[in-house]
């Protein structure tokens, strides 16, 4: 065996330049493949960070339903019994709670249809950035009441800047009619025009007193460490619930839950990617073809004494297959070294693509992009190139066994 | 020849088939319009007790409702106390909503239109085009049937080309006695979304009335809105100025 091995390295260097430049081709989809999936997890642990800041935060406990129909009698009637559970998970780093209606809100020209929530806000910046978001004006404080936080194309569209005045007129969740002025404290711009035109934010005390809500909270938002600890705050948080929910009309969603349309774009991303790494493999796949083919053809001659000295067709075989996983070995040990190293400068330098900033930001991401190197992204990466490339030398290597050994003596 | 008996036969079919269905829609359409201007009178004034019920909750309102001509009415919620001083004004294809808390008028903005009215399972849209079911559809007579020996006409609504309304269809039910019965709404797909019935039908305001309205969602059971009329009277006129924004704001009664 060990002679074998040492053949095929030889073998391999009778043409150094044709071995480096297959090396380096194998080499280079590797580098190529590490990068982008660690770019592409990078860019997905980012967004959903993101999104997750934004709004929606890990995980919510809402009323059985409420999400789907978004009917403000399904509620969290007890926020405070929900918050001991939370706070007795050490995993949860913040929570808040909130509470919808949907209502009219008027200016002295103008009237619309938005959402008026309700939100805690000291808590409410613990969870999200939205304190960071405000563009004029200032952010609610603790013991305001009628003041309201109103979103740029709104504030725009009813022609109201801070200190105007506004009438909201909805309905209580008794069926009363919900009616107050409330005062613009302070305007904010997600970037996301659905937000922006649809919502204003008023203190939660003051929304359960106009919408006369007894207490009752529509959604308990918490934030966890990490993405990883969600799955496990989650059953803990179901647990809890049950002791104190004997009826079974609390749920607890997930971000997943909560942003469906999240995980479809990134399973989207993901299979277009996919499709590209495929299409990059085959291209690398056809030049190692081309390379061991060559080979064939070229010592035919060789293995046509090899075999008249009494050589087995499956030692032959075996002779070129290690030549072929030698090569495609050293290709993607050199591509995952140099892909790795890459892409941990990149992740810690940061990547900005210029002039998608605006973009961006109406997804609510940071300028700057971070890679993700992980153990998943190397070994697919490097995994597939490798399967791949064994896969297509396979076929040069069978090939020799139909060889005749007097007739490849005499060919050229 | 064939030319000529075919000619002839086309201005057969002509005569007969033309005018007869045309001559038809009319019935329906004046079906209907006798039917709206009975249970509208020239002017109303009227008292309903308002039930919205819902599977885990009730809430009754007492509504004032004063109504002149095709379209213009004005309502005013009584009781509950909490609510009481709240008004609708509604012209032509227009409504505003006044709340005394804040002392303030809106105009209801054409994207609220299909949505509840206080709440109910009645929209904006049901109240301000009420009499849209006489300009915006063509109608059809489409069977009789017989109610407490008297002759029912279902009548189906079609909505016009361009007419702005949200429905794909209605289905009206009136009595040969102008009384209607039941409406019925339908969406673009023809699945009925709504029905709205009305029963125990009795002397008021100088006529026979259904007392009662019921608004019933199709696809849910225990959810309705219930009118009952405690009191309606029929009147020749009411002044113009009753149905104003200033009267809205400061209403005299």
């Known amino acids: 065996m060990s002679i074998d091995l040492t053949m095929a390295w030889r073998n391999i260097w009778r043409h150094p330049r044709r071995a480096l430049l297959t090396i380096a081709a194998i080499a280079f989809a590797t580098v190529l493949l590490v990068f982008m999936l660690s770019w592409q997890f990078g860019s997905y642990d980012t967004m959903i960070n993101a999104a997750v800041r934004l709004h929606t935060g890990h995980l919510q406990v809402q009323a059985r339903g409420y999400h789907e129909q978004q009917d403000m009698h399904l509620v969290v009637s007890d926020p405070t019994a929900v918050n001991r559970i939370l706070e007795g998970i050490p995993e949860v780093t913040a929570h808040t709670a909130r509470a919808t209606a949907f209502s009219l809100v008027s200016s002295k020209e103008r009237t619309y249809g938005v959402a008026v929530r309700g939100i805690d806000p000291v808590r409410e910046t613990q969870v999200t950035t939205l304190k960071q978001l405000i563009r004029e004006g200032h952010y609610l404080t603790e013991g305001d009441t009628n003041a309201a936080l109103v979103g740029g194309l709104l504030a725009k569209n009813l022609r109201v800047g801070v200190g105007d005045e506004v009438v909201l007129l909805g309905q209580g969740r008794d069926g009363s009619i919900a009616a107050t002025v409330v005062q613009v404290r302070g305007i904010f711009s997600y970037g996301q025009d659905e937000l922006d035109r649809n919502v204003i934010y008023i203190p939660l005390p003051y929304f359960q007193e106009v919408y006369s809500m007894r207490g009752a909270v529509h959604e308990v938002v918490a934030l966890c460490v990490s993405l990883e600890a969600v799955p496990r705050v989650k059953r803990a948080v179901a647990a809890g619930l049950k002791t104190i929910d004997e009826e079974n009309t609390l749920v607890v969603l997930d971000w997943m839950e909560l942003m469906p349309g999240l995980i479809q774009s990134i399973e989207m991303d993901l299979v277009s990617g996919l499709i590209f790494y495929v299409i990059l493999i085959i291209v690398v796949a056809f030049s190692i073809l081309n390379t061991f083919l060559m080979v064939i053809f070229e010592r035919t001659k060789e293995f046509g004494v090899f075999m008249a000295l009494g050589t087995t067709p499956g030692r032959l075989t075996r002779l070129l297959l290690l030549e072929s996983t030698t090569m495609t070995l050293l290709g993607t040990i050199i591509g995952i070294l140099a892909g790795s190293l890459v892409t941990w400068y990149f992740q810690v330098h940061g990547i900005v693509i210029s002039g998608t900033s605006e973009m961006l930001r109406q997804y609510g991401l940071p300028e700057r992009m971070y890679p993700q190197l992980s153990a998943l992204s190397v070994v697919v990466g490097a995994g597939l190139v490798l399967v791949i490339t064994l896969m297509t030398a396979l076929y040069p290597a069978l090939k020799v066994r139909r060889l005749r050994p007097v007739e490849a003596m005499r060919a050229v | ?253």
């Open chain 2, 1 to 253: 020849m064939i030319t000529r008996a075919l000619l002839v036969l086309g201005l057969l079919l002509f005569f007969f088939v033309g005018p007869g269905t045309s001559s038809k829609a009319q019935d329906a359409q004046a079906i209907v319009q006798a039917s709206f201007d009975y249970w509208r009178g020239k002017a109303s004034v009227a008292t309903v007790e308002m039930v919205i019920h819902r599977p885990d909750w009730e809430r009754p309102m007492t509504i004032n409702a004063w109504t002149k001509g095709k379209s213009d009415s004005i309502f005013f919620i009584t009781a509950p106390p909490k609510d009481k001083g709240n008004g609708t004004l509604k012209r032509g294809k227009e409504m505003w909503i006044y709340n005394p808390k804040v002392n303030r008028v809106i105009k209801i903005p054409p994207s609220m239109m299909s949505q509840a009215w206080m709440g109910s399972d009645f929209s904006n849209d049901d109240l301000a085009k009420s009499d849209s079911i006489l300009d915006d559809y063509t109608h059809t007579l489409m069977a009789t049937e017989t109610h407490e020996g008297k002759t029912v006409y279902v009548i189906k609504l079609m909505p016009k080309p361009d007419a702005p309304v949200v429905w794909g269809m209605q289905r009206l039910k009136i009595r040969e006695d102008h009384i209607l019965l039941q409406e019925e709404f339908y969406d673009e797909d023809l699945t009925l979304v709504k029905a709205m019935t009305g029963s125990q039908i009795q002397m008021m305001g100088g006529r026979l009335f259904p007392k009662v309205w019921r608004m019933q969602k199709a696809d849910v059971k225990d959810e309705y809105t219930e009118l009952t009329y405690q009191e309606l009277e029929f009147r020749d006129d009411l002044p113009d100025n009753l149905f104003t924004l200033s009267n809205l704001q400061n209403p005299r009664r």
